[in-house]
Nanobody, 123 residues
């Protein structure tokens, strides 16, 4: 079992920045990739970004490409999502996820999920 704990959510003005973090613990040796998903009110959960832990390969949704950056802490099982130039449509609950396989835009149900952190962007 892998436990994921997110932090860093909050309220930010449009055009501003916010940084989310996710700390993984437990049986992390089985993790191949970690990523971020989000769910806005009344919408389905969607892929945001992911990173391959061993090789560092990164994937982004088109809607955040060029504005968000996913990174990993080389020491511990921690990833971050730097969110720049945020927009009101970025408002959502952001979930950290992990999987023993790749996480891409086609991934809908990773093996492990965090509890989520709220991000609200005001216009």
């Amino acid at each position: 079992q892998v436990q994921l704990v997110e932090s860093g959510g909050g309220l930010v003005q449009a055009g501003g920045s916010l940084r989310l973090s996710c700390a993984a613990s437990g049986r992390t040796f089985g993790v191949h990739a970690l990523g971020w998903f989000r769910q806005a009110p009344g919408k389905e959960r969607e892929f945001v970004a992911s990173i391959n832990w061993s090789g560092g390969s990164r994937f982004y949704a088109d809607s955040v490409q060029g504005r968000f950056t996913i990174s990993r802490d080389p020491v511990g099982y921690t990833i971050s999502l730097q969110m720049n130039s945020v927009k009101p449509e970025d408002t959502a609950v952001y979930y950290c996820a992990a999987d023993p396989g790749p996480i891409t835009i086609a991934t809908t149900n990773p093996s492990w999920w965090g509890q989520g952190t709220q991000v609200t962007v005001s216009s």
